[in-house]
Structures are given as C-alpha cells and as structure tokens.
C-alpha cells in the first residue's frame, strides 16, 4: 500500500506565500518523477511542477518564477515552495508521484490539498 500525504494548503491574501509539502509512504523500492497539478473551479486538472529524481525541473509558464519545486529522496518527499501568489492560483492542490514497488510501477496521487488567494 502506497500513500501520498499532502500539508501546507490554506487562506493567504494576495502577494503572500504558501508551502506545500507531500510525502509519500508505503511499499516503495524507489520514486521517479514528482510534482504537483491543480485543479480550479470549473477548469480542467492542470500541470504546475515536476521534478525527476535527478531534480531537472519543468514549471508551468504561468507559474514561473513564483513556484519553485524541490524534493527529498532520502525522504520521499516533494514540495511547492509559492510565493507572490495570485487570486488565479486558487486551486485544489494534488501532489503525484510515479512509484515504483516490489510487485508494481504506478502513479500515485494525493488527496489534495485547498489554496485560497483572497483579500
């Protein structure tokens, strides 16, 4: 069993900074690639980050420059450090992860986790 676990999300006004972090847990032999996706109100699940366990970074163009994305291996842990933060970066957070196991190879999703930007 394989578990994505993410924390961080919450209410902060416009300008302001959030940190997400997800950590995952379970059966794992080793991670490949990580990152985060978000989902708005209404719109489509979209890309915001990864990063492979190598750590070469791919950013949404709409997020470049404000969002940076790291990870631990020995940890098995990925966040989106977010800063300058917009009213259009509200979303549902989700963290993936393509994980392999002893008996198989998947991509896991976490729960996600709320972003609000509002005055």
């Known amino acids: 069993q394989v578990q994505l676990v993410e924390s961080g999300g919450g209410l902060v006004q416009p300008g302001g900074s959030l940190r997400l972090s997800c950590a995952a847990s379970g059966s794992i032999f080793s991670i490949g690639v990580m990152g985060w996706y978000r989902q708005a109100p209404g719109k489509e699940r979209e890309l915001v980050a990864t990063?492979?366990?190598?750590?070469?970074?791919n950013t949404a163009a709409s997020v470049e420059g404000r969002f940076t994305i790291s990870r631990d291996n020995a940890k098995n842990t990925v966040d989106l450090q977010m800063n300058s933060l917009k009213p259009e970066d509200t979303a549902v957070y989700y963290c993936?992860?393509?994980?392999?196991?002893?008996?198989?190879?998947?991509?896991?999703w976490g729960q996600g986790t709320q972003v609000t930007v509002s005055s």
């Open positions: 993936y992860a393509d994980i392999l196991r002893p008996t198989n190879r998947a991509y896991y």
């Open positions: 990063i492979t366990r190598f750590y070469s970074r």
